[in-house]
């Protein structure tokens, strides 16, 4: 998988927005599915969203459905998540990996960033 760096977390409030980055300097990005997962404090890490190679097909977890958007600009070999009408909940280190595969569990998933922390205040 290739490497990935996120960028774009910050401190919002309860129905602000965000734009989350996620690019990497890798020569094959445009092959990969692209996934977003987040870790809140004291929980396991969980799936948000993910975008196949073409931008064609979105998955999204129901907690984030309707309020958040995938996409990406293999051009710029950057992926993005849109995260609008933010709730606190929605409170965690957001990280996003690399697959050639098929799935969307977190197994599946490789070069793995550092993630950026997106805090929501209520």
């Known amino acids: 998988q290739v490497q990935m760096a996120e960028s774009g977390g910050g401190l919002v409030q309860a129905g602000g927005s965000l734009r989350l980055s996620c690019t990497t300097t890798?020569?094959?990005?445009?092959?990969?599915?692209i996934g977003w997962f987040r870790q809140a404090p004291g929980k396991e890490r969980e799936f948000v969203a993910a975008?196949?190679?073409?931008?064609?097909?979105?998955y999204y977890d129901d907690s984030v459905k309707g309020r958040f958007t995938i996409s990406r600009d293999n051009a710029k070999n950057t992926a993005y998540l849109q995260m609008n009408v933010l709730k606190p909940e929605d409170t965690a280190v957001y990280y996003c990996a690399s697959t050639l595969g098929a799935g969307t569990g977190e197994p599946d998933f490789g070069g793995w960033g550092q993630g950026t922390q997106v805090t929501v205040s209520s």
């Open positions: 975008i196949g190679w073409s931008g064609g097909e979105t």
């Open positions: 890798g020569r094959t990005f445009s092959s990969y599915t």
